[in-house]
């Protein structure tokens, strides 16, 4: 079969000129023609990823008056959203640019195990930050007594070990199957559905363990901030001030847009994998590929725009850097 790519053909790999050992990542079936177009978009927001996250992590560390639990949280999920970028972003450029599929069976296994356990981990961030303004404004007399740094450390370790210790039965649960038919992959990463198809034994395992994965870390942190937030709709409307009811929404702003821009594109891609058996298949891996790249490029500009002290901070970062500069050239 022939696959047609921007400016070349090439022949699409199949399990009888593939070493048993290697997958081929396909890109997105049904748009190759468009592969080329499609790789700008997610240059751009793979450079925004990278720049907009290093200045949210140098503003933060440099500036002493914003070394507060918010914005120490905004910190990890900033860091994770790099870690996350860089084990997908790479290869898919690869793909779009120049047909770069081939993988090995390992680095495919590893580009699952962390894809999925940052996502996991940002999760876990998220529901943090979701308590951190629920003790803001429903106890904030206590607020420092609360999340004290130690705390906000063991958040920290906390979110990579379950993410880490949730995904890591998948690799060995995939490794006990044999794959006696094609190693082409349709998708743009190893994603952990995508390689389980490929499987030619009982799958069932690696199935019920994937679905229960997910419920328990999407279902219960979408519970747990949901019920977060209820309670701060309660304390907020008990307000008897407009202005302050106003001011205690505004700051959690930012929060409910990052959940909305995080969680949105996950469930509609989770479901569509699970339910959507009508829906096209460049349909699902566009909306994966959403869910992996829009919520790290457009977090940091939510909290640059939306948050008044990091949008100062950064602000009167580039006026030191053009000062810097200027006072050079004399």
């Given at each position: 079969?022939?696959?047609?790519?921007?400016?070349?053909?090439?022949?699409?790999?199949?399990?009888?000129?593939?070493?048993?050992?290697?997958?081929?990542?396909?890109?997105?079936?049904?748009?190759?023609?468009?592969?080329?177009?499609?790789?700008?978009?997610?240059?751009?927001?793979g450079t925004a990823t990278i720049v907009g996250n290093i200045i949210i992590l140098v503003v933060v560390a440099t500036e002493p008056a914003l070394h507060k639990p918010v914005y120490l949280f905004l910190c990890m999920l900033s860091t994770i959203d790099l870690a996350a970028s860089f084990s997908?972003?790479?290869?898919?450029?690869?793909?779009?640019?120049?047909?770069?599929?081939?993988?090995?069976?390992?680095?495919?296994?590893?580009?699952?195990?962390?894809?999925?356990?940052?996502?996991?981990?940002?999760?876990?961030?998220?529901?943090?930050?979701?308590?951190?303004?629920?003790?803001?404004?429903?106890?904030?007399?206590?607020?420092?007594?609360?999340?004290?740094?130690?705390?906000?450390?063991?958040?920290?370790?906390?979110?990579?070990?379950?993410?880490?210790?949730?995904?890591?039965?998948?690799?060995?649960?995939?490794?006990?199957?044999?794959?006696?038919?094609?190693?082409?992959?349709?998708?743009?990463?190893?994603?952990?559905?995508?390689?389980?198809?490929?499987?030619?034994?009982?799958?069932?395992?690696?199935?019920?363990?994937?679905?229960?994965?997910?419920?328990?870390?999407?279902?219960?942190?979408?519970?747990?901030?949901?019920?977060?937030?209820?309670?701060?709709?309660?304390?907020?409307?008990?307000?008897?001030?407009?202005e302050a009811r106003s001011k205690a929404l505004g700051t959690c702003g930012s929060h409910v847009c990052v959940i909305l821009i995080s969680y949105t594109p996950a469930l509609f891609s989770f479901f569509t994998h699970r339910f959507g058996h009508h829906v096209p298949l460049h349909i699902h891996?566009?909306?994966?590929?959403?869910?992996?790249?829009?919520?790290?490029?457009?977090?940091?500009?939510?909290?640059?725009?939306?948050?008044?002290?990091?949008?100062?901070?950064?602000?009167?970062?580039?006026?030191?850097?053009?000062?810097?500069?200027?006072?050079?050239?004399?």
């Amino acid at each position: 079969m022939l696959l047609r790519t921007p400016g070349q053909i090439m022949e699409s790999p199949n399990h009888t000129n593939l070493d048993p050992s290697l997958f081929f990542l396909l890109g997105i079936p049904g748009l190759e023609q468009f592969h080329l177009w499609l790789s700008l978009p997610v240059f751009c927001l793979g450079t925004a990823t990278i720049v907009g996250n290093i200045i949210i992590l140098v503003v933060v560390a440099t500036e002493p008056a914003l070394h507060k639990p918010v914005y120490l949280f905004l910190c990890m999920l900033s860091t994770i959203d790099l870690a996350a970028s860089f084990s997908t972003i790479p290869k898919l450029l690869a793909i779009l640019w120049c047909g770069a599929g081939h993988i090995s069976a390992s680095a495919c296994l590893a580009q699952m195990f962390f894809i999925h356990a940052f996502c996991m981990m940002e999760s876990t961030v998220l529901l943090a930050m979701a308590f951190d303004r629920y003790v803001a404004i429903c106890h904030p007399l206590r607020y420092t007594t609360i999340l004290t740094d130690t705390i906000i450390a063991r958040v920290g370790v906390v979110a990579m070990v379950r993410g880490s210790m949730l995904m890591l039965p998948c690799p060995f649960l995939i490794g006990r199957l044999s794959f006696c038919q094609s190693h082409v992959i349709p998708h743009t990463y190893c994603e952990h559905m995508a390689v389980v198809k490929l499987a030619c034994g009982d799958t069932r395992p690696n199935r019920v363990y994937g679905l229960t994965a997910a419920l328990l870390v999407i279902g219960v942190d979408l519970f747990c901030i949901a019920l977060s937030y209820v309670f701060i709709a309660r304390a907020v409307f008990r307000l008897s001030s407009h202005e302050a009811r106003s001011k205690a929404l505004g700051t959690c702003g930012s929060h409910v847009c990052v959940i909305l821009i995080s969680y949105t594109p996950a469930l509609f891609s989770f479901f569509t994998h699970r339910f959507g058996h009508h829906v096209p298949l460049h349909i699902h891996i566009l909306l994966a590929n959403v869910y992996l790249l829009f919520p790290p490029a457009l977090n940091p500009m939510v909290y640059g725009v939306k948050t008044k002290e990091i949008r100062e901070r950064v602000v009167r970062v580039f006026q030191r850097g053009q000062e810097t500069g200027v006072k050079a050239f004399e």
